[in-house]
């Protein structure tokens, strides 16, 4: 059974870091894509980072300076390193996997792990 398991998520003050882990069990058939989506409360999950399977990644212009992602595949491995958060940073953070039809809703999911960012 494939599943994807987020780790890493906690509470921080403003200014702080976090590195978020997502560990891959199982085969997906796809392009290896992986990405990493935030659900702030109350809104739909937006992209934050994406990676290919060859190591090439994308950061969301906002972000783009904070946030690192990064993939251990002889781990099974992404990550998303999140440095000076801000209190809108806070929710839910989700792993996704391209199953061939690309990252997103098409996508494998993970359970998610809640990142609180306090002023």
């Known amino acids: 059974q494939v599943q994807l398991v987020e780790s890493g998520g906690g509470s921080v003050q403003a200014g702080g870091s976090l590195t978020l882990s997502c560990v891959v069990s199982?085969?997906?058939?796809?392009?290896?894509?992986r990405g990493w989506f935030h659900q702030a409360p109350g809104s739909g999950r937006e992209m934050v980072a994406a990676?290919?399977?060859?190591?090439?990644?994308t950061v969301a212009d906002s972000l783009r300076g904070r946030f690192t992602i990064s993939r251990d595949d002889a781990k099974n491995t992404i990550y998303l390193q999140m440095n000076n958060l801000k209190p809108e940073d806070t929710g839910v953070y989700y792993c996704?996997?391209?199953?061939?039809?690309?990252?997103?809703?098409?996508?494998?999911w993970g359970q998610g792990t809640q990142v609180t960012v306090s002023s």
């Open positions: 996704n996997a391209d199953r061939g039809h690309g990252l997103g809703p098409s996508g494998l």
């Open positions: 199982g085969y997906i058939f796809g392009s290896g894509a």
């Open positions: 990676i290919t399977s060859g190591g090439d990644s």
